[in-house]
């Protein structure tokens, strides 16, 4: 089992910036894949961005160069440093957990809004 709590939403205008953070209750270097995702309203949740264990990133086309993915392994956090928002990038942000692809564990969101 993993809880995980994220924080660090908020309001911006567009071109601002956010960073948001996931602190898991266990230890981040035994979780396979670390990852955000989002859902705005009326959508399906999206990927934005994971991270493994061994430091891999991968980025979501609709955010890469703009956001980037990065972890503290001491503090069991994952971070998603969002720059140069757009108004497209408001939803509601999840960190997810996934460990083998067998056992997948989410955080209860957090909300960034980006007014243009």
């Known amino acids: 089992q993993v809880q995980l709590v994220e924080s660090g939403g908020g309001l911006v205008q567009a071109g601002g910036s956010l960073r948001l953070a996931c602190v898991a209750s266990r230890r981040i270097l035994s979780i396979n894949v670390m990852g955000w995702y989002r859902q705005a309203p009326g959508k399906q949740r999206e990927l934005v961005s994971t991270i493994t264990s061994d430091g891999r990133t991968s980025y979501a086309d609709s955010v890469k160069g703009r956001f980037t993915i990065l972890r503290d392994n001491a503090k069991n956090t994952v971070y998603l440093q969002m720059n140069s928002l757009k108004p497209e990038d408001t939803a509601v942000y999840y960190c997810?957990?996934?460990?083998?692809?067998?056992?997948?564990?989410w955080g209860q969101g957090t909300q960034v809004t980006v007014s243009s």
């Open positions: 997810n957990a996934d460990i083998d692809s067998i056992f997948k564990f």
